[in-house]
Nanobody, 123 residues
């Protein structure tokens, strides 16, 4: 079965950096768009950054200029480079991916989610 596993979370002081990774594994035929979301305690999960198959990206206003999303298609992996971190960035970060396991239809995507990784930014 398809799995997404995030890594790279942890604790850092304000102004520091972290790099999150998300690896998709399993009977994957193709991978479409992939995203990073975050859930701040007490709030709904919200989009942080998105990247499509061609590498086009979108960012939430709160992270523009500080975060960079990228992907390695050969490794079915996306990354989130987070710089100049702020205490407001403290959250559980989740990745998702649109994945097809259908060899007859590489665009028959289902949405999969990772389990999340905690990021804590202190003052």
């Amino acid at each position: 079965q398809v799995q997404l596993v995030e890594s790279g979370g942890g604790s850092v002081q304000a102004g520091g950096s972290l790099r999150l990774s998300c690896v998709a594994s399993g009977p994957i035929v193709s991978v479409g768009a992939m995203d990073w979301f975050r859930q701040i305690q007490g709030k709904q999960r919200a989009l942080v950054a998105a990247i499509n198959e061609g590498g086009s990206t979108n960012y939430a206003d709160a992270v523009k200029g500080r975060f960079t999303i990228s992907r390695d298609n050969a490794k079915n992996t996306i990354y989130l480079q987070m710089n100049r971190l702020k205490p407001d960035d403290t959250a559980v970060y989740y990745c998702n991916a649109r994945i097809s396991t259908d060899s007859g239809n590489p665009y028959r995507y289902f949405l999969y989610w990772g389990q999340g990784t905690q990021v804590n930014v202190s003052t």
